[in-house]
């Protein structure tokens, strides 16, 4: 919330923020699945967050009668900050219920599966640690069931996990 943009007029009242995570609106996607009776559950997103803290002067004049690439840039640079993230939740079963077997239910290793297994499509080599990024915690994480993942370069990259049960109430 500190780094969250307020929307001078939101498409809904009691959501005036722009998003700065996607953890949220995967929640909502959950609930609702959960409340059509579905018990096993597995969504995924690829977009934005949208930052405050990297907002600049809006420019009040341009170079000339006509809006120049330099004139766009400039106001390009005055843009929230909006980093593409990719971000998911997976709920109930892995593996459902069969004739021959019991169901397998998703736990917080298979987040930390689905993160390598993206990596790996990617060509994208991450180095995984349980210890929490310099300044930030791993909520809303369950503590001793989640990870961290960075680049061979100590760049931090994402987290993945096991819900704290007081989040998922």
Request: hydrophobic residues 40%; glycine residues 10%.
């Amino acid at each position: 919330r500190l780094h969250a943009i307020r929307l001078a007029n939101p498409l809904s009242a009691d959501k005036p923020l722009m998003r700065t995570g996607m953890t949220a609106t995967l929640i909502d996607a959950v609930k609702t699945n959960l409340g059509r009776g579905a018990q096993d559950v597995a969504v995924y997103e690829i977009g934005r967050a949208y930052r405050a803290d990297h907002i600049g002067n809006v420019p009040t004049s341009f170079s000339g009668t006509a809006i120049t690439p330099d004139d766009v840039e400039r106001l390009n640079e005055t843009l929230p900050g909006q980093p593409r993230r990719a971000a998911g939740i997976m709920v109930g079963h892995r593996v459902p219920a069969s004739w021959n077997h019991g169901a397998e239910a998703f736990d917080w290793t298979d987040a930390i599966a689905m993160v390598n297994k993206v990596a790996a499509a990617c060509g994208v080599e991450l180095e995984v640690s349980n210890e929490p990024f310099e300044g930030l915690s791993l909520m809303p994480l369950h503590p001793g069931r989640a990870a961290t993942f960075r680049l061979p370069d100590g760049t931090p990259v994402g987290v993945a996990g096991e819900m704290h049960p007081k989040v998922c109430e």
